[in-house]
């Protein structure tokens, strides 16, 4: 390993351990929202007579409110820097591939193409953590009030239970509010976030899969773009120990950036349009291929 692939290596260990760093908050929040929701309890007591309490649903909203600001505060602002510092990591990738081949790299600065691509990548993540936030309050929001339809159902038929069986309405039957509640979130997932194709997802799932997915786009997207920056058409996707069923097809292969090579399918044909978008949290890049050298 030359210098400057130490040097490469090590600020992508420095990133990775940021993109982890982000995701742990996420993990924590998600943690803190599950105990607040086992903490629910809106009749402020167990027993059928008591009434939900309004203000109790209102402040455990707000506690919801402020644990989802916080996370934004504390990784939107993270989530872009990281986006950014990938994208130069790919370009960087790039320049130590081509010099590797004993060709003389143009250490060109990023392009306004490649810029553009990757403040959209930005823009995506951060619209996708926010969104992810808001569902996460309204699902909370929807959880709690159907919970509670099924408590005030529950509470009528003990009720006329304790008549059956005594003759009066005692309100000696217990209802566990908070198993309710909770089985109703559980029901619909907890935290549950639901993505296009229909799979849900608690908030640290998807804030990893948001973060993780936008930097590798990023990242190869830089790649690609000074790969073709430099003059090279053909790149070759990368090989991982152990892959998945979806990147193993894939793996070793060689696609046109152009797409007018007449022996190699064009990379447009791979899932996303670039590498790297084979599925959430992949980690395949691609390197320039000449082929007299191969």
Not at 120 to 136: F, G, Y
Not at 233 to 249: E, F, G, T, W
Request: hydrophobic share 35%.
């Amino acid at each position: 390993m030359n210098n400057q692939e130490l040097i490469n290596a090590l600020i992508k260990a420095k990133t990775d351990r940021e993109i982890n760093s982000i995701v742990r908050i996420y993990q924590l929040a998600h943690k803190e929202i599950f105990k607040l929701a086992k903490g629910l309890n809106p009749y402020r007591g167990i027993d059928t007579n008591y009434y939900m309490d309004s203000t109790y649903v209102a402040n455990v909203l707000y506690q919801l409110s402020l644990i989802l600001k916080r996370v934004e505060e504390q990784t939107i602002g993270r989530t872009q820097a990281v986006i950014r510092q990938m994208a130069y990591e790919g370009h960087l990738f790039a320049l130590s591939n081509i010099a590797a081949m004993g060709v003389k790299p143009t250490p060109a600065s990023f392009s306004i193409v490649k810029t553009r691509a990757v403040e959209a990548a930005v823009l995506l993540a951060t619209r996708q953590l926010r969104d992810a936030n808001n569902t996460v309050m309204e699902f909370f929001q929807l959880s709690i009030y159907e919970g509670l339809e099924k408590i005030n159902k529950e509470v009528a038929k003990q009720r006329v239970n304790d008549i059956v069986s005594s003759g009066i309405a005692t309100g000696r039957s217990r209802i566990k509010t908070t198993d309710i509640l909770l089985d109703e979130m559980k029901r619909q997932g907890l935290t549950a976030m639901v993505k296009s194709n229909g799979h849900k997802m608690n908030l640290s799932d998807y804030a990893d899969i948001v973060v993780r997915s936008q930097t590798m786009q990023a990242y190869n997207f830089a790649n690609v773009q000074t790969i073709q920056d430099n003059g090279f058409d053909l790149v070759r996707i990368s090989k991982h120990a152990n892959p998945c069923k979806k990147c193993q097809p894939y793996e070793g292969k060689v696609y046109s950036i152009s797409g007018e090579h007449p022996e190699y399918p064009s990379i447009n044909i791979l899932p996303g349009g670039i590498v790297g978008s084979f599925h959430p949290r992949c980690r395949h890049t691609c390197v320039p291929y000449i082929e007299k050298f191969n």
